[in-house]
């Protein structure tokens, strides 16, 4: 069965500290990878999409890496924000079938002052 | 350029009644999805619309009912209401579902409470 799991479930780090979340899929045929951010309230918005050729992608302090190999990826946060604060979504998306896509369960990230 | 809206953003209903969620969208996408998402799980999928005038079930179909009533709008329809409906409504809609690298953009969410 095509899975998702993400952890950890949930994080609190302070203010400037980095952090790295971590997503494990078992979804087949792979195409793609998107990170999402989730503020409380709102719907997710895409942070970066990995591809199975790609190992590193940075959107500013936000960097994806992903091993096809063993079906990993990770975000890593570096210097993080209080506006940091949110649920990061994992979602890998098949080849197989009109509709592809696969949703973590995601990480909710508090960032204290 | 509004992006994907939803109406209402919250809602209270009793158990038995019935409702219709909005959604539209101003980016010309041909993909139009409804998901809910309940504490402790991803995402599901309920229906989705790979083009106007096609709609297909997802994950989670039962008790819902959908419409693409042109190429912006596609609603969600709770005939009788049940708690176990209790959730927040997701739209989102991508280019072309049967591209593999499109982007899904999230409506802002409807809560729905049913009592």
């Known amino acids: 069965k095509n899975q998702v799991e993400q952890s950890p479930q949930s994080l609190i780090i302070l203010e400037g500290k980095n952090c790295t979340l971590q997503c494990n899929y078992t979804v087949s045929p792979f195409s793609n990878l998107r990170w999402y951010k989730q503020d409380t309230g709102r719907g997710p918005v895409s942070l970066t999409i990995m591809t199975f050729s790609e190992n590193t992608k940075s959107n500013g302090r936000y960097t994806a890496t992903l091993d096809a190999d063993t079906k990993q990826s990770s975000l890593h946060i570096t210097a993080s924000q209080l506006s940091d604060s949110a649920s990061y979504i994992c979602v890998v998306t098949s080849t197989s079938g009109t509709y592809k896509y696969i949703f973590g369960t995601g990480t909710r990230l508090k960032v204290l002052a | 350029n509004a992006g994907v809206t939803q109406t209402p953003k919250f809602q209270v209903l009793k158990t038995g009644q019935s409702m219709t969620l909005q959604c539209a969208q101003d980016?010309?996408?041909?993909?139009m999805y409804w998901y809910r998402q309940d504490p402790g799980m991803g995402l599901r999928l309920i229906y989705y619309?790979?083009?106007?005038?096609?709609?297909d079930k997802g994950e989670v179909p039962n008790g819902y009912n959908v419409s693409r009533l042109n190429k912006r709008e596609f609603s969600l329809r709770l005939e009788s209401a049940a708690p176990s409906q209790t959730s927040v409504y997701f739209c989102a809609s991508s280019e072309r579902a049967g591209s593999l690298y499109n982007e899904q953009f999230f409506g802002p969410g409807t809560r729905l409470t049913v009592l």
């Open positions: 980016m010309n996408h041909n993909s």
């Open positions: 619309s790979a083009s106007e005038g096609t709609t």
